[in-house]
């Protein structure tokens, strides 16, 4: 499969940048225009278009695309016979009452909807352009319309996405140089094109005509819009996003703009890439986009499908860092949901309606990631997600100094108390839990406490544990060092250059004693040679970098021992000694493993 669809979040070159952690100061307006998302904290996307119709598939062949939905662009479908799809499209199995309530039942709180996505087709009655569902199409209904009355009664906020950068269908826009060849690419930067009087003069025509009334359409013939979701941003100016975001907020000021308007510090909330897994979060409220399979469009030919447990500890782990979580459905042409994606929807349904209260207007974990599994917190309630079940049968929970009255299953109705004690003067606990989980994904421990929390969120590291150290949940010091994209297989370091950059974690001993260190990276042959040392308060150990296969063929390694005497609050940090090649390593995770 091609990993140009993957360019479109524009994930590698926001991977070369710093990230900048802040927030922007408070505004009434956004904090109330946002309250309702912050208490959904998971969503649904749904792509459905044209496109769904082939499902990856072009003259009998496999289109060589991730992501079906851009079928006209990979298979390099000129526009008249692309127009022929809506033809066929009858989309007679299409049922808006129906996806609603699947939606609702899966315990989800809102649904983005397509209403244009980049092939420029309209899924709703457009005035703007006659290339839309209901004047093209033997199925002539507006199921924009159709979705909004559906939500209205179900209570589910509909928000819209609008590919706003790119339109294969117009002459002016960008992406499709096969019917105009003097067109913006659908990969060209900005920088290549801005400067161009020609071009650019084209593309803010289509703006004027077609993006800009379009969105105007969404916001005043659907009553209200929880969300714009806009994509590609960062093939628009600042000013042109900028016009969006001021657009959408003066026709419904309660409607959200996500962060693809334009760029980093646009728009209402923050955005990752598609089906990023590990996230460097620039502000407070931030949402993670993933799919159940890999393609956001519907693609018959793409079977391999997430687990349930996979998505409800993508989801946690989402939340407990303050992100809101959306899964991705792409339904079949003639409108329906497929049979897996239905299977693993009811999966997830049935997890969130016994352990929603965990989910559900929660904040981010105050005392970090833990080996076992994640948090998050509503009020006096610390919500624990286990994912691996402590063999021991405690579950070793760190720093809450405050009194805590209660432990339980929060599946259990009764509420019967769970044995705990505590372990140190830092407030770390141990929590004797039954001998096996009681959920095969997830079991949710709840513990309530009393007064204000003083909980501090750096890593702990405990014995009898692997405890994980991953780069994501560090901090760079250099000038040359990134992070990657955070994508599969791409949650590591690159571009470590230069000798002075380094990785650092802050961390507190929970249980002291010797430790084995293991180092988790890639390197391709030339870097083989190269040399590191990490330290921890006085102690220090040095490894060789060895060849593992290739620069994203990650390896464990073991590095030497470090003793933690006392239980302590620490600083990890790795660096290079000496760099052969281009680069020391890819760098992974460090795994602290006691003895």
Known sequence: MSTKDDLMDNAEADSRKFIHVQDAPLDAEHEQRIAWWREARVGVFIHWGLYSLPGGIWKGETVNAAYAEHLQLRAQIPIQEYEQIAGQFHAVQFDAQQWVHTVKAAGFHYMIFTAKHHDGFAMYDSAVSDYNIVKATP???????ELADACRKEELALCLYYSHAMDWHHPDSQGNTL?????????DPL???VKDSDKSARYERYLEEKAYPQVTELLTEYGPVGTIWFDCGHKVTDEQGMHFVDLVHGLQAGCLVNRRVRREGFGDYENTGDNQLHIRAPRRDWESIATLNHSWGYNQTDHQWRSPQDIVRDMTNVVSMG??????????GEGAFDPKSLELLAEIGSWLKENGESIYGTVKSPIG???WGRCTRKGNTLFLHVWEWPAQGELLVPGIPNPIHHAYLLADEHKDPLPMRKINAYGDMAIQLPQNPIDPYCTVIALEFEGELDAKTCQVVFGGVSNRLSVFDGELQGTTLRFDTGKKGRDNVRDWHKIEDYVQWNFRVASRGSYKVMVVYGANEPSAGGAFVISAGQERISAAVEFTGGEYEFKEHAAGQLLFADEAELVLTIRPEKINGDVLMNLKEIILISL
């Open 179 to 187: 019917d105009f060849p003097d067109n913006i690419g659908a990969y």
């Open 369 to 371: 990631k833990m080996p």
């Open 323 to 332: 992100g809101n979580y959306v899964i991705n459905i792409g339904p079949t």
């Open 139 to 145: 199925f002539g209904r507006d199921p924009v319309a």
């Open 191 to 193: 920088e290549s094109w």
